[in-house]
């Protein structure tokens, strides 16, 4: 069966970073992506069409924002608003949508009218009336009235990434309006109020009080989190990442402290085409991740790792995706008051629509819900893990710098007993 491999810098052979996103209907071929024809797009379709006729709108956003990266230094960012007045918060509830129908995901998430304007980053230092405005969206902890003025009617242009949510209809804002106060909690107007809190301790003040993680995304990404003058507008994709990246940090930091596992540990979930797998073994803190893309037979395969004694390096071929696996392990072994070597391989089938890195964390906290299968024994281990993966262990394993460890560790173990 044929594959291709894309090791980290950290092992070998050439790095490519770049995924290539498909939709499983028309095959990336925007050219035959049309609105009348997309199965994926049936339920919102009457919608949609309202909207893209609508210069004024009405609706509860839940809250939601976005930041692109476009542009960077100079950015669009705006807020996220249905044209309805509604409970609308399980439109940003990640943690809720595995047990959501695919099509009724991305239904939610097309609804929504995205209206941006033009922004430099350091703006966030002195905002002007309109970002004021949106910045006060994102403090909201529930779904908040908003009307939107556009200068023209909604444009409909499909857009899917591999870290955020797709993003469609969109239209430069003229003016946005709160159409009631925004229910704020307190920790949040403490920390954003406080400009004298780095951005790091910011997040995890929010985080260690149960502010959730898009919650916090939301305030770093327009710029509300940190000391005055580093406070900076940030694209939302690197808003995400940089949130999974300081929580996983600091709890790897207490976890690093913990008694090692005694047995091999595996644990496994499924939803939305997306399979993670989970191998925990006795040893130091190691952490590896293979993100394997299944499309018509044929496998890409991504690998990053990080090692005893090695620096801290960004995951170039993994990406996001690897800190979010990351961090719901290290939450799971500082539970625990635990150590271990971890190896996690995230398969992606064929059928799978790109709606963000988020079902990565969430499938990952949803495996670890439940008791895993205890081995006393890494082959036997491995052959749990192998009946539970798609992909066939022999195209993998090679490329498992953890795994190689574990190997050369046991051999020592026994030459030492001997």
């Given at each position: 069966?044929?594959?291709?491999?894309?090791?980290?810098?950290?092992?070998?052979?050439?790095?490519?970073?770049?995924?290539?996103?498909?939709?499983?209907?028309?095959?990336?071929?925007?050219?035959?992506?049309?609105?009348?024809?997309?199965?994926?797009?049936?339920?919102?379709?009457?919608?949609?069409?309202?909207?893209?006729?609508?210069?004024?709108?009405?609706?509860?956003?839940?809250?939601?924002?976005?930041?692109?990266?476009?542009?960077?230094?100079?950015?669009?960012?705006?807020?996220?608003?249905?044209?309805f007045i509604e409970d609308t918060?399980?439109?940003?509830?990640?943690?809720?949508?595995?047990d959501i129908p695919l099509e009724?995901?991305?239904?939610?998430?097309?609804?929504?009218?995205?209206?941006?304007?033009?922004?430099?980053?350091?703006?966030?230092?002195?905002?002007?009336?309109?970002?004021?405005?949106?910045?006060?969206?994102?403090?909201?902890?529930?779904?908040?009235?908003?009307?939107?003025?556009?200068?023209?009617?909604?444009?409909?242009?499909?857009?899917?990434?591999?870290?955020?949510?797709?993003?469609?209809?969109?239209?430069?804002?003229?003016?946005?309006?709160?159409?009631?106060?925004?229910?704020?909690?307190?920790?949040?107007?403490?920390?954003?109020?406080?400009?004298?809190?780095?951005?790091?301790?910011?997040?995890?003040?929010?985080?260690?009080?149960?502010?959730?993680?898009?919650?916090?995304?939301?305030?770093?990404?327009?710029?509300?989190?940190?000391?005055?003058?580093?406070?900076?507008?940030?694209?939302?994709?690197?808003?995400?990442?940089?949130?999974?990246?300081?929580?996983?940090?600091?709890?790897?930091?207490?976890?690093?402290?913990?008694?090692?596992?005694?047995?091999?540990?595996?644990?496994?979930?499924?939803?939305?085409?997306?399979?993670?797998?989970?191998?925990?073994?006795?040893?130091?803190?190691?952490?590896?991740?293979?993100?394997?893309?299944?499309?018509?037979?044929?496998?890409?395969?991504?690998?990053?790792?990080?090692?005893p004694g090695e620096v801290d390096?960004?995951?170039?071929?993994?990406?996001?995706?690897?800190?979010?696996?990351?961090?719901?392990?290290?939450?799971?072994?500082?539970?625990?008051?635990?150590?271990?070597?971890?190896?996690?391989?995230?398969?992606?089938?064929?059928?799978?629509?790109?709606?963000?890195?988020?079902?990565?964390?969430?499938?990952?906290?949803?495996?670890?819900?439940?008791?895993?299968?205890?081995?006393?024994?890494?082959?036997?281990?491995?052959?749990?893990?192998?009946?539970?993966?798609?992909?066939?262990?022999?195209?993998?394993?090679?490329?498992?710098?953890?795994?190689?460890?574990?190997?050369?560790?046991?051999?020592?173990?026994?030459?030492?007993?001997?």
């Amino acid at each position: 069966m044929p594959y291709s491999l894309h090791y980290s810098r950290q092992g070998v052979g050439e790095i490519d970073s770049e995924k290539k996103v498909e939709c499983p209907v028309c095959l990336g071929d925007y050219k035959n992506c049309k609105l009348e024809r997309c199965p994926f797009l049936k339920n919102v379709r009457d919608m949609l069409l309202k909207i893209s006729k609508m210069k004024i709108l009405y609706g509860s956003s839940p809250p939601s924002t976005l930041v692109g990266s476009w542009g960077y230094p100079r950015v669009s960012l705006g807020p996220l608003v249905p044209p309805f007045i509604e409970d609308t918060s399980i439109m940003e509830r990640h943690d809720l949508w595995l047990d959501i129908p695919l099509e009724k995901i991305l239904s939610m998430r097309l609804s929504m009218v995205y209206g941006k304007k033009r922004v430099k980053v350091h703006d966030a230092r002195n905002p002007d009336r309109l970002l004021q405005t949106i910045q006060e969206i994102a403090l909201s902890h529930q779904p908040v009235d908003v009307e939107l003025l556009l200068e023209k009617e909604p444009r409909i242009n499909l857009k899917f990434s591999v870290r955020t949510s797709p993003i469609c209809p969109t239209a430069t804002l003229e003016r946005v309006q709160l159409t009631q106060n925004p229910p704020t909690l307190n920790i949040i107007e403490k920390t954003v109020s406080d400009t004298d809190l780095k951005a790091v301790e910011a997040i995890l003040r929010l985080y260690l009080n149960d502010v959730r993680e898009y919650s916090i995304v939301r305030l770093l990404s327009l710029g509300m989190l940190g000391t005055k003058y580093w406070r900076r507008i940030v694209p939302t994709e690197w808003s995400i990442t940089a949130v999974d990246d300081v929580l996983g940090k600091k709890f790897r930091k207490y976890v690093k402290m913990n008694d090692w596992i005694t047995e091999y540990h595996v644990y496994g979930f499924e939803a939305h085409y997306n399979r993670v797998t989970i191998l925990m073994m006795p040893g130091p803190w190691s952490f590896e991740v293979i993100e394997i893309w299944r499309r018509f037979n044929n496998y890409k395969m991504y690998v990053d790792s990080e090692l005893p004694g090695e620096v801290d390096r960004y995951p170039e071929n993994v990406g996001g995706a690897y800190h979010a696996l990351r961090l719901p392990i290290l939450e799971k072994l500082y539970r625990d008051r635990r150590q271990g070597s971890v190896l996690a391989i995230a398969e992606i089938s064929e059928g799978w629509i790109p709606l963000g890195v988020w079902r990565f964390r969430e499938i990952c906290r949803r495996a670890l819900q439940y008791p895993p299968m205890k081995f006393n024994m890494l082959e036997e281990a491995l052959e749990e893990v192998a009946k539970r993966t798609l992909t066939d262990i022999k195209y993998w394993r090679h490329l498992s710098r953890i795994l190689k460890f574990h190997e050369f560790q046991e051999k020592i173990t026994e030459y030492i007993q001997d």
